[in-house]
């Protein structure tokens, strides 16, 4: 489910109680008639449940998010992740976003450009990052130091942890579907066949009428 902003006219995610793109506030009883449902008890219930249970933080690799489930929008401690089938734009919207990376602008990385992935989980001290890596980025070795530095990584708090997972897996999803179809064995052509049988008659392993026979199978003769 999803809402347009009265003010801007930009698509939220049902989750977000004011606009990812303006902040315009959102009543939960549906005062721009938007979202008409008000959430239940039982849902405050579960939602914080969420956010605090251990058990909450392990997301299953093989989740699958329904096409109607896009865009998708999480919020990290130093930046935005918003993420469809193909990008991810991420954001820097928030104070300490500005003081770690300045005044860079949105960055939309193309799926189909990721190499790898980094994710780390937040510590007892520390925060977590994602961090994106493509052809021509620059891969961080430093840990959380040079991650809080870094246009490609959004680092994230234990509360964010359950988002951030379900990022993970989306794109470890893309990644490996990636890989499997650029490894995939192609099939040879009619004319590679050609050549390889034409050189075993000229090596003498098979003989003409063999390769003739062979020929008119594979033109479809």
Same mark, same amino acid.
């Given at each position: 489910?999803?809402?347009?902003?009265? &003010?801007?006219?930009?698509? %939220?995610?049902?989750?977000? %109680?004011?606009?990812?793109?303006? *902040?315009?506030?959102?009543?939960?009883?549906? *005062?721009?008639? +938007?979202?008409?449902?008000?959430?239940?008890?039982?849902?405050?219930?579960?939602? !914080?449940?969420?956010?605090?249970?251990?058990?909450?933080?392990?997301? $299953?690799?093989?989740?699958?998010?329904?096409?109607? +489930?896009?865009?998708?929008?999480?919020? =990290?401690? !130093?930046?935005?992740?918003?993420?469809?089938?193909?990008?991810?734009?991420? *954001?820097?919207?928030?104070? @300490?976003?500005? /003081?770690?990376?300045?005044?860079?602008? %949105?960055?939309?990385?193309?799926? !189909? +450009? /990721?190499?790898?992935?980094?994710?780390?989980?937040? =510590?007892? /001290?520390? !925060?977590?990052?994602?961090?994106?890596?493509?052809?021509?980025?620059?891969?961080?070795?430093?840990?959380? @130091?040079?991650?809080?530095?870094?246009? %490609?990584?959004?680092?994230?708090? +234990?509360?964010?942890?359950?988002?951030?997972?379900?990022?993970?897996?989306?794109?470890?999803?893309?990644?490996?579907?990636?890989?499997?179809?650029?490894?995939?064995?192609?099939?040879?052509?009619? &004319?590679? $066949? @050609?050549?390889?049988?034409?050189?075993?008659?000229?090596?003498?392993?098979?003989?003409?009428?063999?390769?003739?026979?062979?020929?008119?199978?594979?033109?479809? @003769?």
């Amino acid at each position: 489910m999803s809402w347009k902003c009265p &003010a801007c006219g930009y698509p %939220n995610p049902d989750n977000l %109680n004011k606009c990812f793109k303006c *902040s315009t506030p959102v009543s939960s009883a549906g *005062s721009y008639g +938007q979202r008409v449902t008000a959430p239940t008890a039982a849902t405050t219930v579960a939602t !914080n449940q969420q956010a605090t249970s251990p058990f909450a933080q392990s997301i $299953e690799p093989t989740k699958q998010i329904s096409s109607d +489930q896009f865009p998708r929008f999480i919020k =990290g401690v !130093n930046g935005e992740i918003e993420y469809d089938q193909n990008s991810i734009t991420i *954001s820097r919207k928030r104070f @300490l976003g500005f /003081l770690t990376n300045g005044l860079d602008g %949105n960055k939309i990385i193309y799926i !189909n +450009q /990721l190499s790898a992935i980094q994710f780390r989980k937040p =510590g007892t /001290l520390t !925060n977590g990052y994602i961090q994106f890596v493509f052809q021509g980025s620059q891969e961080s070795k430093a840990g959380i @130091l040079n991650a809080t530095h870094d246009e %490609n990584t959004v680092m994230f708090s +234990q509360t964010q942890l359950p988002d951030f997972e379900e990022l993970r897996a989306f794109v470890d999803g893309k990644l490996r579907q990636k890989f499997s179809s650029d490894t995939a064995p192609s099939k040879p052509s009619e &004319a590679d $066949e @050609l050549v390889k049988f034409a050189s075993l008659r000229d090596q003498g392993i098979i003989t003409e009428a063999e390769f003739q026979a062979k020929k008119k199978q594979l033109l479809g @003769l």
